[in-house]
C-alpha cells in the first residue's frame, strides 16, 4: 500500500535520507532543460548564481514556504520580468495570493 504524506510534514532532508538524494552540479543532468534557450548574459547568470548560493544555504534548514518565495522566487519573477509595468501587477492580488493560506503579512500587526 501506498503511503501518502502531506508536503508540510517532511522536509529535503527526510527525502535525501529516504531516497539516497545527492546534489549534482552537473549542467547537464537535465538535458531536456538545455535545448533551444536563449544564452544568459553575465549579469543574469551572477543574479541566477547567488539565487543558487542563497537557496543552497537555505536548504540546509527546515525551509519555509515564505522564506523560499522571498529568498528564491521573488529574484526570479523580477529577472523574468514580471514586476514591469507591461505585466500588469495588481499588488493586491499578489498580495492575496501569497498571504492567503493563512500567511500574516509583515507589514501587519
Known sequence: MIE?????KINLLDLKLKFG?????DGDFFQEWQENLPEL???EMAAM???????LHLSQYPLL????????????LKWAGFYQNNMG??????????FGSGLKSPLQK
Do not use: G, H, M
Not at 21 to 25: D, G, P, W
Not at 49 to 55: A, G, H, L, N, S
Not at 89 to 98: A, E, Q
Open 21 to 25: 538524494l545527492e546534489r549534482t552540479n
Open 89 to 98: 501587477l495588481k499588488p493586491r492580488l499578489l498580495r492575496r495570493n501569497i
Open 41 to 43: 548574459t553575465d549579469l
Open 49 to 55: 548564481d547567488e539565487v543558487k548560493e542563497e537557496y
Open 65 to 76: 514556504e515564505f522564506v523560499v518565495k522571498l529568498v528564491v522566487l521573488s529574484p526570479l
Open 4 to 8: 501518502t504524506i502531506q508536503a508540510e
